[in-house]
Nanobody, 115 residues
Framework: QVQLVESGGGLVQPGGSLRLSCSAS????????MAWYRQAPGKQQEWVAR???????AYSDSMKDRFTVSRDNPKNAAYLRILSLKPEDTAVYLC?????????WGQGTQVTVSS
């Protein structure tokens, strides 16, 4: 059974930083690209970043300055580092594993940026 579990979210003050984690099981993790999305209240889901199996990274144009995606294949984990958090970063952040025409989603972790 494939399972993706995000963690690391929480309440953060503006200007703070977070590292979100996505722990995967049930897949051959190194064969999957890992993507991060976010869903803010009342808004469409938004793609944030992707890291490919070869380590190459891609970012949404609006995210490339403060967001860093990474992966640790031996730990079956992907990460999203967010710097200089802003209230508009408040959202549920979800990870997705992609390969072979398949995709698997986690349940998400809530990030709330507020003073």
């Amino acid at each position: 059974q494939v399972q993706l579990v995000e963690s690391g979210g929480g309440l953060v003050q503006p200007g703070g930083s977070l590292r979100l984690s996505c722990s995967a099981s049930g897949i051959s993790f190194s064969n999957y690209a890992m993507a991060w999305y976010r869903q803010a209240p009342g808004k469409q889901q938004e793609w944030v970043a992707r890291i490919f199996t070869n380590g190459l990274m891609a970012y949404s144009d609006s995210m490339k300055d403060r967001f860093t995606v990474s992966r640790d294949n031996p730990k079956n984990a992907a990460y999203l580092r967010i710097l200089s958090l802003k209230p508009e970063d408040t959202a549920v952040y979800l990870c997705k594993a992609e390969a072979f025409g398949e995709e698997y989603w986690g349940q998400g972790t809530q990030v709330t940026v507020s003073s």
